[in-house]
Each structure stands twice: as structure tokens, then as C-alpha cells.
């Protein structure tokens, strides 16, 4: 069963890495789809042989620190050779319009970027990009994701597996370039929000204090993207089946995450309570992606799916499988209304919604192997 799941995981990131790879290279070469297979090739093949690579737990880490100079080193290029207003995607120009409007004291959700599109992210994700704005770099938000992720996994190279296929993985999917280029910031606020996961895994559930502080932190990450209550379902569902949570303390971290998760919304309720209902994030989101029975369809799928959590490590991969078909649904509905072609190359798929799921895979794959997986059970 072990295997199924590593082998769900690869051929899910490989699937991720394809799909960019053909769309971007498409721009510059009629070879894409021939270089996209290449690339996807030698993932796999690293990943199928990598221990014959590299065995030495010194050099291992000095790729990791290695890798996260290159992906700095591509921050400074991408800042000074690809100026943002050139290209077709507007993350960047979401994030400052609605904190111009914010700062100029008018509501924020009424901002739209330069294509027009309104702010559809909740207010704590403005809020985690607010340093970088006020820097003037949010590419560097985008490489924080990366360089925080790789940056733990150097501190832990004994006891975590297939470190060098996560590497390479991470230096050869075109994703990771799209997002720095962008500077979107889905694999940085997914990666926060695993990690915030990992810690109430090895959180004393006793300690009430810790626990409480906890659940107000998953509430505040919780008011970025609407999607990650589909993690929040697998690990808090999956502890009540699994007897590491009473229903009492489920009553109370749901109470504390809705607190953290309110909190975010309150100068907007004090300040702009007519607004706030006329132009919100949910109508936002919910006017532009599916139709709410799709919505009611990921839920019961992540329900399901959650019952099948029997370790630690299962968490991680549930939380991205589910967070994967509730794209690929998604993906589907555009492509059903579209066609495929527009749907890939056009603009009917926002593709980069895939990389919700890739921190929790990757992360699963680092950490399931047998003497880690006991640790964690």
C-alpha cells in the first residue's frame, strides 16, 4: 500500500511538471511536448535510481544549500531581465492594488489588477504579503516558499527519503521558475500551511495553551485561500476517527481556527460592513471558478478519502491527492466547457492551481519511509 501511494505521488508531481513544461516551452519551440517527455524522463529516472547517487549525507546537504542559491540567483535575474508588467499574469498586480486601496483607507475588494480581475485571495494573505510589497519584491515571497522548504530539509537528510529526487525535481519543473517569474506565492502559502500541519502532528494535544495557539495561527492561514479547509478536514477528521482527538477538543480547535480565521476580517466588517457585503472574496471566488456543486463534491471526495488515514505520513498524502482531484475536476469542468487545447494553452485553465497539492506530496514522499513512519504513527 506504501507503494501505491510513493507511486500516486510521482506520477501526480510528474503530471504537474508536464503540464508547465508543454504549456511554457510551447512559447519557444514547436518541440515542446518532446522536451516536456525528457524532462518528466529523467525525474522519474532519478527518482527510480537515486540511491546509487550521490551517497554521502555531506554533499547532500551542499546540494540543498546549493539549490537554494540558484533559485536566489534566478530571484536577482528574473528582477532585473523580466520586468512583471510584461507579462500576461497579474498575481503581482492583485496583491498591490488591493493594498494601494487599503492604504489610500478605501475597500480593498473593490481594487482590480491592470487585467481587471478583482482580488479573490482573503485578507491574511495580503497581510503575509505586505513586507515583500513594501520592499517592492514580491518575487522574493514567491523563492521564500522554496528556500524555507529546502532549507528545513537540509537540517533533517538522515532521516528523510528521496531527497535527491526533490532536488532535482524542484531544479527541472518549469513551475517553480513560473512561480518566481509571476510572483505568484500558491507554493509558498502551501508550504506554510504544511508546515503549521507538521507541527500540530507532534503537538502534546494535552497542552492546552499550545493547542489553542495553534488553532488561532491554522485560522489566520486558513483566511488565505478558501481551498485549504480540504487539509484541515484530513488531519482534524482523520484524528477524531483514529481516537487522537475527543470530539470536546475538536469543539474547541474548530471555535479557535473560526476566531483566527474571523480576526482577519474584522477592520473590514468595522470599516466597510456595506461593502464587505456587496464584494467579498467568497462571491469573489465563487463567481469565477465552478459551480457550487462542484464545490460540495471536493468536500465529500476529502471526507471519503480521509478515512483511508491511517499514519502520519498519510495525512500529508491525502491532503494533496484531494487538494489534486479537486483541481483536476476543476480542470476538467474548463476543459468540458472549452476544449482542450484552449483550455491548456489558453486561458480557461489557471494551471498553476496544480501546485496547491506538490508541498504536501513531495513532503509525503521525504517522510514515508519505514523508520519515519513509525515515529510518526
Known sequence: ???????????????????????????????????SVFIILLQFLIYKYETKILKSTKWISVFCYSTILLLFIVVILTRFKIPVETLNIDRYSVITSFIDEALKGNYPYYAQSVHGNYPGPMPFYFLIAFPFYLIGE?????????GLFIFLVSKKTEEYGHIKFFLFYILTSFYVYWEIATRSNIFTISVLIMLSM???????KESKLKLYLFALIAGLLLSTRSVYIIVYIVFFFSDILNKKLNFKQLL?????VFIGFSLTFLPILIFFRTEFFIMNPFTIQSSFIVPQIYVLAFLLVTTLLTFTVKTNSDKFF?????LFISIFIYACYAVFDNGLHAAIFGNSIDISYFIFCVPFLLYFLLIDKPTVNKKLT
Open 1 to 35: 500500500m506504501r507503494d501505491k501511494k510513493k507511486n500516486t505521488s510521482l506520477v501526480i508531481l510528474l503530471f504537474i511538471s508536464f503540464i508547465f513544461a508543454v504549456k511554457y516551452i510551447n512559447k519557444a519551440t514547436d518541440y515542446a511536448l518532446l522536451i
Open 138 to 146: 514580491l518575487c522574493l515571497l514567491s523563492f521564500f516558499g522554496f
Open 198 to 204: 507538521n507541527y500540530y502532528i507532534n503537538l502534546n
Open 252 to 256: 474547541i480547535i474548530g471555535c479557535f
Open 318 to 322: 491525502i491532503s494533496g491527492l484531494s
